[in-house]
């Protein structure tokens, strides 16, 4: 990148990464008097995980590479959607979800018909549901003496050993996989409390909301490139940041804003001090293999979104038919399910083409509907990602590392720091603005402190 392509007014803010987090961030930071935003992402797309894609021309809307929707709670994102003007995209709709258990389907998005789940006895329905509205409606939130314990040891004794195993055992497993007993009990506690049963999608898709927001960034002043792939960060001897891009020339900013994974940041800045960089090296996480299909005809109608536990023997996690909450019409007619898993990024689906996976996976699909043939599939596409799912173990609010980095002006905004909340759209929301606000704290007391050094010494 050249000099000349960097906003020469105002404080020079580089943002690394085009996902939610950074949009939001550049958009806040962009409207603050004093700032010069530079957004880099280093793919073709904005948006992150919950960037679309188009399958067929003929499809009005984008479908997201990853399945994606709101919960009625995710007060962060609906209130940027609301500030931005963008409410009439917005709908919520109430679909189902279930559990596949021993070849069936079984609801389970309200409490009760989780008490009214069959394979358990009226004593383990009413002690699982106890244990259950504990976690949604304790009155302290108490989620720090939760990040202390694990939830496979707590809930197996508290909802008790078949209850447990049945349901939510499995659901651990299928997040987390080998990893499932090191997770702690705010993590499940979060999810308890976050769920709603109405679930919250953009008529466009989340690419329309992406769409919007880095319109509004741009609006404000921010410069936004797409096929910008930030190579380092490192410390300029003269102060400040000097960002190298992929085959173009190195630019200095006075404070940049990674939001990468902590892998790459790792790669990125080597310089951080190395209590630093073994912090990010300590922060597990999962990577996803998603595949989606398009079908002639629907699969398992009425259901939204199924979740598979591995006892099952199937090679998925979750099997998603997106166009049981959203109208087929706007793909063309064609019926779209998601086939998706949480892999460690070693997995040998990683390095599977779609076809490849679709061969493990279809013959599997007529356990959900038994008329289903090879011949309703008319178009599969893959989408993976290393960095999908962080794992919180015991203890993980201690290693969680600081958004502000010991690089002066150097600043790291994750997935894997909205802990106790899980990883989404409304969390990357959240944690945007609230770097942004940082960022400009920052500023303005380093410029107090220069105004006030300089009247001391006349």
């Known amino acids: 990148m050249s000099e000349s392509t960097v906003p020469a007014h105002g404080r020079r803010v580089a943002i690394i990464g085009g996902g939610i987090a950074g949009l939001s961030a550049a958009y806040d930071l962009a409207r603050m008097p004093g700032f010069a935003v530079t957004v880099l992402e280093g793919g073709a797309a904005l948006g992150g995980l919950a960037a679309g894609f188009r399958g067929r021309a003929e499809w009005e809307w984008p479908l997201e590479h990853f399945y994606h929707h709101l919960f009625t709670n995710d007060d962060a994102i609906i209130g940027l959607t609301r500030e931005l003007g963008l409410s009439r ?87 987390f996989g080998a990893h499932f007993a090191d997770v702690n009990l705010a993590w499940f506690w979060a999810r308890m409390v976050k769920r709603t049963q109405q679930l919250g999608y953009y008529r466009g898709g989340f690419q329309a909301f992406v769409d919007g927001l880095a319109d509004a960034a741009r609006r404000q002043g921010a410069v936004i ?5 930030a190579q380092a960060i490192t410390p300029a001897p003269e102060g400040g940041l000097r960002v190298d891009v992929a085959g173009e020339a190195p630019a200095w900013f006075d404070v940049v804003l990674s939001t990468v994974s902590p892998q790459l940041m790792q790669r990125l800045a080597p310089d951080l001090p190395a209590g630093y960089l073994s912090a990010l090296a300590g922060l597990r996480s999962m990577g996803a293999v998603v595949t989606a299909v398009a079908l002639k005809q629907p699969l398992m109608p009425p259901i939204y979104w199924a979740n598979i536990p591995k006892r099952e023997g199937l090679p998925f996690l979750a099997l998603v038919e997106h166009t049981n909450m959203i109208d087929p019409r706007h793909y063309a007619g064609d019926h779209l399910i998601y086939i998706g898993d949480y892999l460690d990024p070693d997995h040998p689906y990683f390095g599977m083409d779609v076809d490849a996976l679709l061969g493990e996976f279809a013959p599997h699909l007529a356990k959900f509907n038994p008329s289903f043939r090879p011949d309703w599939v008319t178009g599969a596409w893959v989408h993976k990602a290393t960095y999908a799912q962080p794992v919180p173990p015991v203890g993980y609010a201690a290693m969680i590392p600081d958004i502000r980095t010991p690089l002066a002006g150097l600043y790291f905004a994750s997935m894997s720091q909205v802990y106790p909340w899980d990883r989404g759209t409304n969390y990357a929301v959240e944690m945007g603005r609230r770097v942004a606000q940082m960022i400009a704290a920052d500023v303005g007391r380093n410029e107090t402190s220069v105004t006030d050094r300089a009247a001391e010494f006349g």
């Not at 490139?225 to 792939?229: D, E, N, V, Y």
């Open 225 to 229: 490139r797409t096929q910008a792939r």
């Open 89 to 175: 995209l917005l709908e919520f709709h109430t679909p189902i979800t279930a559990m596949y258990y021993q070849g069936r389907n079984y609801p389970l998005d309200t409490p009760l018909r989780v008490l009214q789940f069959p394979h358990l006895s009226l004593w383990n329905r009413l002690r699982m549901g106890a244990v259950l509205g504990y976690l949604r409606y304790h009155p302290l939130r108490p989620w720090r003496r939760f990040d202390r314990v694990l939830a496979d040891r707590w809930l197996e004794r508290w909802m008790g050993r078949t209850a447990y195993q049945a349901l939510w055992q499995p659901m651990l497993q299928g997040k």
